[in-house]
């Protein structure tokens, strides 16, 4: 027995399993299609950009990284005082520059040229350098904001309030060019915005696709009919709508249907707090502070590494890039694959900056 109990202490405290354990299926409702999956012991062991002196914990993170731009927009919340009231910053880490640009903000978004953010009812539009370009006011005071271009190309607002002893949100659609109202509709705590419909995700038993053009749910989903309870984390690629859960699980889901297409648990099975999907792969971080990437073609974790100190609380990811925040309030950039980590160290080894602790951004070599 003593054997036992610590072979179980020493699995639950590492993510570097051997290819030959076998992941334990969850429960398998009616018509459910369950998996195993094969995890490498492969580690990211590469040369990573790090901000420091980040204000609050990360709560976002949306990657700018282009011709033009190479910035990450990080949203934040600071608990203050004995009521432990939530204040909210919006960050512009520039990595060209390895500055930090800090906004007082509600919430916020970008559409890759500008930044967009909620401060009181009025939406403030900044250039992401974060110089102020014009302010509307809304008369809403929203706690949720995105945007997003519709089928016929009209760039749209999407702002989401709670109003006061409601259990719902009021989602408001606004065109940009025209400031004006489309529609207004009640939905579920609103996650995220994918190809035109808002994801309800997160710590509730049912989970709601609404379509922004209609207003209507399309699609509801039983989030406890698996032993793996609420959704602790949610994102969404293509027509796949991918869930973490508190046990190390995690489902596959069509995002359209709301048929369940595969689940898998991670062997550690430690609290899934954040997820990113991008090229067939599946960002997943836990409370421990660890990463790992799960191949969607392959059914396969290819790389685990330890992350962060505290719970990872936001993932961002582009081609070449996983963007990481925590609640240890920092934000680390790590390259996807050696040719780029190359040349990433190569950017970093050519930097004059002195290192110092005053500093916003350091760079960290493993």
């Known amino acids: 027995m003593k054997i036992r109990k610590l072979f179980s202490l020493l ?9 030959v354990n076998q992941i334990a299926a969850m429960d398998n ?15 990211l062991n590469l040369p990573t950009k790090r901000f420091n002196g980040i204000e609050g ?23 203050v005082g004995i009521l432990e009231d939530e204040i909210h910053f919006t960050h512009i880490l520039d990595l060209t520059n390895n500055t930090v640009k800090t906004l ?24 992401l350098i974060g110089e102020s370009k014009n302010s509307l006011e809304t008369n809403y005071y929203a706690t949720f904001l995105e945007f997003f271009t519709d089928a016929f190309g009209t760039p749209l607002f999407v702002l989401a309030s709670r109003p006061f002893l409601s259990p719902n ?5 606004i065109n940009q060019n025209t400031k004006a109202k489309i529609q207004s509709f009640s939905a579920n705590h609103p996650d995220f915005i ?31 009919q698996s032993r793996g309870g609420q959704a602790s984390a949610a ?86 890039l996983i963007i990481s925040g925590s609640n240890d309030k920092t934000v680390k950039i790590w390259p996807k ?13 050519n930097n004059k900056r002195t290192k110092s602790e005053n500093d916003l951004a350091n760079f960290y070599f493993d």
Request: charged share 20%.
């Open 337 to 349: 694959n050696n040719a780029y980590a190359q040349k990433i160290y190569e950017i970093l080894k």
């Open 11 to 19: 699995l639950s405290t590492s993510l570097v399993c051997s290819a």
């Open 104 to 127: 007082r903000t509600k919430c916020s978004c970008t559409d890759g040229t500008h930044l967009f953010s909620m401060m009181g009812s009025d939406l403030d539009t900044y250039d």
């Open 57 to 79: 914990e990360v709560t976002k993170l949306c990657p700018v990284i282009n011709h033009e731009h190479n910035k990450i927009i990080v949203s934040c919340t600071k608990k």
């Open 169 to 173: 949100y009021t989602v408001t659609l």
């Open 235 to 320: 994102c969404a690629s293509e027509n796949l709508l991918i869930t973490g859960h508190p046990n190390g699980g995690i489902q596959l889901w069509n995002i359209k249907t709301g048929d369940l297409i595969r689940c898998f648990q991670l062997p550690d099975k430690q609290t899934i707090t954040a997820l990113c999907a991008t090229n067939n792969q599946i960002i997943i971080a836990n409370k421990t502070g660890y990463i790992q990437i799960y191949d969607i073609k392959t059914n396969k974790i290819t790389q685990t590494f330890k992350g962060h100190e505290k719970a990872v609380s936001a993932l961002g990811a582009t081609k070449d």
């Open 194 to 224: 994918h190809q035109g419909l808002l994801v309800s995700a997160c710590k509730q038993d049912t989970i709601h696709i609404y379509e922004l053009k209609s207003g209507n749910i399309i699609t509801s989903i039983n989030a406890t």
């Open 29 to 43: 409702p009616k018509n459910r299609k369950t998996t195993s999956i094969a995890v490498s012991n492969e580690s």
